[in-house]
């Protein structure tokens, strides 16, 4: 009889494989704003500065002026007590947030998001940033870290300055104990063996009488052996 391999049983949501949400403060998003406040100018101060379970990026707890508080990527700078300004008039310094159209050309900035109202998806991780190129017709061009270019509407918001934490992969992990808590903490399994080195029961690549490589399987293949490179494009020597 085979064995469940590791795809399916992390569809199982089993305890090893259920994200521990409720270790979390909170999701880091910016809060909704009207048209007004966007336009505008509303202040709010840095309450702590924390670490969230499973996220790389030290977050943030704002408490605004009319009450509201939400946890934000901390941007490199940012201090317990300091008074941060949102919306367009904001001045450009780190830790504001500003709608992407009104931020100079050449600044860095972080947690940027692709929709307005989405509370942010670009450019979340440690040491990693955002560059504004230039404003034309209604929309923003970027400069991602992947150094690839896209264009936002000018509402998007966007945290001056780039995210904390920047030199976390500098430092090794010295030990197999620290990987395995990394991922622990992001509900993934580690370590993760390779299907060649398993035996013929565990997994479809098992058994040592393969030849070298794995074989690609079909996007229509069931769950217990859809494993490896699925639906490749071409096969065999690259020639030319």
Request: with cysteine; glycine share 14%; aromatic share 4%.
């Amino acid at each position: 009889m085979g064995k469940r391999i590791l795809v399916q049983r992390m569809g199982r949501g089993s305890p090893t494989f259920i994200s521990p949400s409720w270790r979390r403060e909170g999701p880091a998003r910016y809060p909704l704003l009207t048209k007004e406040q966007l336009m505008g100018l509303i202040r709010g101060r840095v309450v702590e500065i924390f670490h969230d379970s499973g996220c790389n990026t030290p977050r943030a707890r704002i408490a605004l002026e009319n009450g509201v508080e939400f946890i934000m990527i901390a941007p490199e700078g940012l201090i317990v007590g300091q008074t941060i300004e949102i919306g367009a008039k904001a001045s450009i310094m780190p830790g504001n947030i500003l709608p992407i159209g009104a931020i100079p050309e050449g600044t860095m900035v972080c947690n940027v998001e692709l929709r307005p109202g989405d509370g942010g998806k670009i450019a979340r991780s440690s040491g990693t940033y955002v560059t504004v190129l230039t404003h034309t017709n209604g929309r923003t061009i970027i400069q991602l870290p992947s150094r690839k270019t896209k264009a936002i509407p000018n509402e998007c918001l966007a945290t001056i300055g780039i995210c904390a934490g920047g030199g976390r992969i500098d430092k090794p992990m010295l030990k197999a104990g620290k990987a395995y808590h990394k991922w622990k903490a992001r509900a993934r399994k580690w370590p993760r063996v390779r299907g060649k080195a398993m035996g013929a029961y565990a997994h479809p690549h098992g058994g040592g009488s393969h030849p070298k490589g794995a074989p690609p399987v079909s996007r229509h293949a069931p769950p217990g052996a859809k494993v490896g490179h699925i639906a490749s494009r071409r096969t065999g020597r690259r020639k030319g």
